[in-house]
Nanobody, 115 residues
Framework: QVQVVESGGGLVQPGGSLRLSCAAS????????MAWYRQAPGKQRDVVAT???????NYADSVQGRFTISRDTAKNTVYLQMNSLKPEDTAVYYC?????????WGQGTQVTVSS
């Protein structure tokens, strides 16, 4: 059974930065495109950024130019560097394969952007 654990969230002021990490117990990162998703209160869970096995990345328009997704397959870890954070980035952030698999959802990590 694969376990996915997200970490690195917290409270940050507008304009600040955070780096999220996603670790998996199995070698799922070696076989799938991966993605970061986020869910704000009262809203659906949306994809934020994706990265293919070959390293090609894609971003939601709302985070383009501010967020960077990367992966370290040897460490079974995916990262999300978030810069120039805005209050509207406040959400619980999750990682999963792209497209997501229901049994790969972790607990997520809370990101709160507020002054």
């Amino acid at each position: 059974q694969v376990q996915v654990v997200e970490s690195g969230g917290g409270l940050v002021q507008p304009g600040g930065s955070l780096r999220l990490s996603c670790a998996a117990s199995g070698s799922i990162f070696s076989f799938y495109a991966m993605a970061w998703y986020r869910q704000a209160p009262g809203k659906q869970r949306d994809v934020v950024a994706t990265i293919t096995i070959g390293g090609t990345t894609n971003y939601a328009d709302s985070v383009q130019g501010r967020f960077t997704i990367s992966r370290d397959t040897a460490k079974n870890t995916v990262y999300l560097q978030m810069n120039s954070l805005k209050p509207e980035d406040t959400a619980v952030y999750y990682c999963n394969k792209a497209p997501p698999r229901s049994d790969y959802w972790g607990q997520g990590t809370q990101v709160t952007v507020s002054s």
